[in-house]
């Protein structure tokens, strides 16, 4: 009986919300306390902006009627359960239709898992496993502005082997889900290419000294080390790995790569080392010219209001806020099944990163699937904040799985 009294009260507040179109409730909620917050309160600052941005303009267009954005924000403290018990209170007391957020994966998930119960749009702007995709566990209207973690392993491994040519490869990963997932993409691409030799190393979390395993790399004489820590595990990998002299012995690519610890590399450390991106702040000298233009204007923006570039993963926080909203617009309704079905009737769209396009599995599918570049030594930093130089990308057929073999006929 209390089930059926908290799921009438769910409907309730839901068709509450969608009748009276008055105002969008939309939810932000990410990392701004925990392990993840170094990453979330930029994700949360990237929200703001969109949200800001929106209502500066009037609101949302629903057909001619303005409507304006109520947003409740909150955070998950890196914690599933935290998470999951604020989303079921925005639903209830505060009648949100859609959420926005998503720091670390466990986290999504969880809010993945709870859609299914109370369904609502659910846009995670982080990396989550395949998993979430599949057609037995995505919830209703959930979706992603990242293509799944295994991505990040599946797209380093097809532009070292595919693109670069290399043959023997050390792959030195994490020793957690996040690696696991790299490891899982990178064992897609490599299992169909005979031709590569490849070792694997698991590095533990927290590892302060790095040389033994630096040492094990070494020892297989590879083409190639591509390294996929994150956090201070990132710094201290290529920071080792500089003063062991790698660099002069073989190639180094950095799995994936963002502001909030890429900064925190000494500079002679990035140096040279090939890098693999979802974004960059600066892609001056891309060979899209458009993508050029809305990178450097929603930086300029971002700037602005914050007084620092924006990080890869707020871009992908800003983008996720706008492709909800479009969705409401398109349906001229903030009923969470009306506007998720009319995004992906409208599946394509465009932005900083270049032109997507939504797939029924609720993946992105980009045309620059990432971005790949170049570390910079301190002489050829411009600001302090410069890391990398954009020189390439991937958007070949290695980057993620279809539709079809996640379950989706």
Known sequence: MVG???????????????????????????????????????????????????????????????????????????????????????????????????????????????????????????????????????????????????????????????????????????????????????????NKMPHVKYTTIMTPVGTADMTPYLIKAMEAKPDIVMMGQWGNDAINILKQAYEMGLSKKTKIFFNWIVNVFATGIPPEALKDVMCQMFWYFDMTGFEDAEVVKLSNEFTARYMAEYGEPPDPYGLSAYMGVKEVIRGMELAKSSDPEKAYNALMANPKWTGPKGPGTWMIDGNPRYKFSSFIAMGLGADERKTKWDYVKVISYYGGKYFQRTPEELGWK
Do not use: C, W
């Open 4 to 190: 059926l009294v908290f799921g009438l009260t769910m409907m309730f507040s839901l068709g509450a919300a969608v009748a009276a179109e008055e105002t969008i409730k939309l939810g932000i909620m990410y990392a701004m306390t925990g392990k993840g917050s170094a990453l979330g309160t930029k994700q949360m600052d990237s929200a703001k902006l969109a949200i800001k941005e929106i209502n500066a303009a009037g609101g949302a267009d629903f057909g001619g009627k303005r409507v304006m954005i109520d947003a409740i924000y909150q955070d998950t403290e890196t914690k599933p359960d935290v998470a999951v018990r604020k989303m079921k209170s925005m639903i209830k007391d505060n009648g949100i239709t859609a959420l926005v957020g998503g720091t670390f994966a466990h986290v999504s998930l969880a809010m993945n898992a709870q859609t299914k119960r109370t369904p609502i749009i659910f846009n995670a702007t982080n990396g989550v496993p395949e998993v979430m995709f599949l057609k037995k566990e995505k919830g209703p209207y959930s979706m992603s502005m990242i293509p799944p973690s295994e991505s990040i392993g599946s797209g380093a491994a097809a532009y070292v082997a595919d693109v670069m040519k290399l043959k023997n490869v050390v792959v030195m990963l994490p020793d957690y889900a996040y690696g696991h997932g790299a490891l899982r993409g990178i064992q897609n691409v490599f």
